[in-house]
């Protein structure tokens, strides 16, 4: 596999050139082709914020690779084009070179189920709640979702607050859902073995014995240092930014552990110890 990328890499750095101008000219046709009231063509390029990082050598990995070194191709286009980066290569020390090649890059934070009080947010579930509503509605409107598709209120919101805001999670833990499912209305119990199903075959997996403590930390502080293990886990949605406003409306950014992972015995664990021992530090036991 590797090979092939290598091969496939190289023949589109010969071609690159001619590529981009093909691209250009069917835009600049379809730009002519537009009805009168929209003048522009928008291209997004989705889901590239999923690539997986490679490393190239150098302190380099594919990230850097892909959006740095070829940033002169991917700003050729004569089109306004919107690129979905990886938030750890945003927060990298290639982020003045994201700015310089391109803008700044906007990050889009979850949805807030809880605020940083660990006290659940009503408005950002409201919007989860919204996202399933829409979905179904747009095949029957005349449902009703939390007595015909969920069981109740509740547990629509359960496997809301499990997301951590994250919508592709949403998605994700409905599709589990209806694979456990013969018939509706969504019980609570399954909602849950969806939730157990995730939190096993996925995210206890995604982390390292050194890094349940690290996890520990950002749960109690909701902050996270600027480093590649701290990036890594925004990487992988181990751990998810939200934004909030302050008293004088100003953004304010902060972090927490995604909700899948406080369940697991290892997170447990740590935050244990690490709020033991910072009782111990404070009330000076030994």
Not at 4 to 15: A, G, N, P
Not at 72 to 92: E, F, G, K, R, W
């Amino acid at each position: 596999m590797p090979k092939r990328r290598e091969t496939i890499r190289k023949q589109v750095d010969t071609y690159s050139v001619s590529l981009i101008t093909a691209l250009n000219e069917f835009i600049e046709e379809a730009q002519q082709k537009l009805p009168e009231e929209k003048s522009k063509i928008v291209v997004i390029a989705d889901n590239l914020d999923r690539i997986i990082p490679l490393e190239k050598g150098n302190d380099r990995t594919s990230h850097e690779e892909i959006f740095i070194d070829y940033s002169s191709q991917l700003t050729a286009l004569n089109c306004h084009v919107v690129y979905t980066v990886p938030i750890s290569l945003a927060y990298s020390s290639q982020a003045t070179e994201l700015r310089n090649r391109y803008a700044t890059p906007q990050v889009l934070p979850m949805i807030m189920v809880k605020n940083r009080h660990n006290q659940p947010y009503s408005q950002g579930l409201d919007k989860l709640k919204e996202v399933i509503e829409k979905r179904i509605h747009l095949v029957d409107p005349t449902i009703d979702i939390d007595t015909q598709i969920f069981d109740s209120q509740d547990t629509r919101i359960e496997l809301c607050a499990m997301t951590g805001g994250h919508v592709r999670e949403l998605m994700l833990l409905m599709q589990s859902v209806m694979r456990y499912i013969d018939d509706f209305p969504i019980t609570t119990k399954i909602v849950r073995r969806a939730v157990s199903d995730a939190r096993d075959s996925t995210y206890r997996n995604a982390v390292s014995s050194e890094e349940w403590p690290k996890l520990a930390e950002v749960y109690l502080s909701k902050t996270i240092p600027n480093d590649e293990d701290y990036r890594s886990l925004l990487f992988r949605r181990c751990v998810l930014e939200y934004r909030e406003s302050n008293a004088e409306d100003n953004p304010v950014r902060w972090y927490d552990v995604h909700p899948l992972i406080e369940g697991t015995s290892e997170f447990k664990s740590a935050l244990r110890e690490l709020t033991n021992s910072e009782h111990s530090a404070v009330s000076g036991q030994p």
